[in-house]
């Protein structure tokens, strides 16, 4: 497998941390990642593929024929998509404000998450069925947020302290590529050539809604806080997703540029992710999931460069991971849940580490806590290398 050297691009961005030292974590006084990091924009990208976040249209195609040809793996992940939308009705209320909630939940909060999720559901579903109630369904959510949503604000802490505003900063990173996962389906898919009909009034609107979520949210990541964890590779991996909604290489650069500059600073040098040793099992597998599907898009668009950076830290990080899912590591993550991102790891690299860990609880469904695409047995098992 061919990988393309870092050393060239790295040299590039050996400055471009200084951004990161200088930028505040007040909403308003946040530099735009994409413009200060525009001039060392280095991913090669000239034309976007469409749909291109995590998926492609020759992904989508493979797996629709076959769960449709009766492919028992393939079934048995796209049936986690039909257990998704048989748990989850398809909302015909929408917030206006989200209320973001440190070390917990609110339900406007868990909406959001649950909704984008779900609108990804109904478009993958929409792929294998050709059923056109699917891709309404779709853009129904889809088109609810984006004239409905007006903006995040926090409530307080089950303890009753006052939750951070830079949490709304992290809640947009979470569900914006996943809403972008969806509507590039919807826009850009078509079954048997046609397509899910989405306006291009609506597709406007919901441009406007992820440009909120960009400017207000996402892009006041960055110097949000002291650490470089899972926050920044969520920032990046959303940022490559909106970049190729907006078809814009400078706003997919900021975040692709950016992890390849953080990605020495997420992992220690035994491999484990910084928290997986010394906070929990659920967080680094957020940076787990965000540097995989960054890699994923990457790699749809051409370029494999994120898979193969840092020696494959995606590949050691992981790995790493399994040696605490079998109980093998300073923290002792047997039994915890494992996320999705397994899936797509382990179709690029198939090391039999990686095939362990992938097959403690596959197929995969969404993650519990809905911050991550899911589904991804049905998406991403043995699709090889087509994009």
Not at 106 to 120: F, G, K, M, N, V
Request: net charge neutral.
């Amino acid at each position: 497998m061919m990988h393309i050297s870092m050393l060239t691009r790295l040299s590039r961005l050996g400055l471009a941390l200084t951004f990161v030292a200088l930028s505040g974590c007040q909403k308003n006084d946040a530099a735009k990642p994409e413009e200060a990091l525009s001039s060392t924009a280095d991913s090669t990208i000239t034309t976007f593929v469409h749909p291109g976040v995590v998926n492609s249209r020759a992904s989508l195609d493979l797996i629709a024929a076959q769960v449709n040809g009766g492919d028992a793996t393939r079934t048995g992940g796209y049936n986690k998509v039909v257990d998704y939308m048989n748990q989850y009705a398809v909302p015909t209320s929408f917030p206006s404000v989200v209320y973001a909630v440190g070390s917990g939940g609110s339900p406007t909060e868990d909406q959001i998450r649950r909704d984008a999720i779900l609108a990804y559901a109904c478009a993958l579903r929409w792929v294998k069925t050709g059923n056109a109630t699917y891709a309404g369904q779709a853009k129904q959510i889809l088109n609810g947020y984006a004239y409905n949503f007006q903006r995040y604000d926090t409530a307080p802490k089950p303890d009753g302290s006052p939750t951070e505003f830079r949490q709304t900063y992290l809640e947009a990173a979470w569900v914006a590529p996943s809403f972008v996962a969806a509507g590039e389906i919807i826009r850009y898919y078509q079954v048997n050539g046609t397509g899910a009909g989405w306006s291009s009034t609506d597709i406007n609107k919901f441009s406007d809604f992820l440009n909120n979520l960009k400017n207000n949210y996402v892009n006041n990541i960055p110097g949000a806080i002291g650490d470089i964890n899972n926050w920044q590779a969520s920032y990046c991996y959303a940022k490559m997703a909106l970049g190729v909604w907006f078809n814009s290489t400078t706003v997919y650069d900021s975040g692709y540029d950016y992890l390849l500059q953080i990605m020495p600073q997420l992992t220690y040098s035994d491999g484990a992710l910084k928290e997986q040793r010394d906070r929990d099992c659920v967080h680094p597998q957020y940076t787990l999931c965000a540097m995989v599907y960054a890699a994923e898009t990457a790699r749809i668009q051409g370029n494999t460069a994120l898979y193969a950076a840092q020696n494959e830290q995606i590949r050691r990080n992981f790995e790493k991971f399994e040696d605490a899912a079998a109980g093998n590591y300073t923290r002792n993550c047997s039994g915890s849940q494992i996320f999705p991102g397994v899936e797509t790891a382990y179709n690029y690299y198939r090391t039999a580490k990686l095939a362990s860990l992938r097959n403690r609880q596959a197929p995969y469904g969404a993650p519990g806590d809905k911050t991550f695409l899911g589904f991804t047995t049905f998406t991403h098992w043995n699709i090889g290398s087509v994009r």
